[in-house]
């Protein structure tokens, strides 16, 4: 059975993240976990050029391959991962998602969990408004949508970080200057966990 983790990012926080939730993935028996990234623009990636650090994050993941519509089609369950963008998906994830036309036709995603996972610059700066409208196109699919239950240690909180029932999150900072948290880290795994362990129910 395969759990398939698929990516975007710019500054390395939702890559952070998706190893998380791969990890999570890996860590039931009888699942393979899959980890690709959403194809960059090139525009986008013409800018990165410019940028050291976000060059440096374009190289770490240069073996990690691009997703295709048929990965998507391969996965018995899937878990979306996009920085905040106004509140919103990247262009490049929603990108990925509207290229799912013959899939949605077909009805080759209905019935497969799914999970989504974002990075906000800031505190307030939509992480529940990207989670949930990411959740919009694969309910369109025709996917289950799997969160994270507040049983979940760390779930319940005040402290500026992630972690929602919605689905897994971290504060990048203005700057990109902050690192995922430990609490943010495990929470993105229990998202991995939970939506293999759900594929695996489903499919038995
Ligand atoms: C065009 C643009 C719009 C953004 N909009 C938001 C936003 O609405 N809220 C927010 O907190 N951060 C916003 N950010 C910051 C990104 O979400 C932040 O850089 C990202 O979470 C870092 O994730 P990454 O390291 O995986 O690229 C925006 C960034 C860009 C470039």
Redesign the pocket.
């Known amino acids: 059975m395969k759990i398939l983790t698929v990516y975007?990012?710019?500054?390395?926080?939702?890559?952070t993240l998706a190893n998380s939730v791969h990890e999570g993935v890996n860590g039931v028996d009888g699942v393979q976990g899959v980890l690709r990234r959403a194809a960059e623009f090139d525009a986008v990636d013409k800018i990165i050029d410019k940028n050291d650090f976000a060059r440096g994050?374009r190289e770490q993941q240069q073996d990690v391959p691009v997703c295709t519509v048929e990965d998507l089609r391969q996965a018995d369950g899937v878990i979306f991962g996009s920085?905040?963008?106004?509140?919103n998906m990247t262009a490049q994830m929603k990108q990925l998602i509207d290229s799912t036309a013959e899939l949605w036709m077909n009805g080759e995603m209905e019935g497969k969990p799914a999970g989504v996972f974002?990075?906000?610059?800031?505190t307030h700066?939509?992480q529940e408004t990207t989670l949930l409208t990411m959740m919009a196109p694969l309910l369109h699919l025709g996917m289950i949508i799997v969160g994270v239950p507040y049983s979940t240690p760390g779930m319940i909180h005040t402290e500026a970080r992630g972690g929602t029932p919605y689905g897994a999150s971290t504060i990048?900072g203005p700057q990109?200057e902050l690192t995922p948290t430990e609490e943010d880290l495990k929470i993105a795994m229990v998202l991995g966990r939970r939506v293999a362990e759900t594929t695996l129910k489903l499919r038995r």
Do not use: K, N, Q
Not at 83 to 87: A, E, K
């Open positions: 975007y990012t710019m500054y390395g926080h939702t890559l994050v920085p905040t963008r106004y509140g974002t990075s906000t610059a800031s700066g939509g990048a990109g």
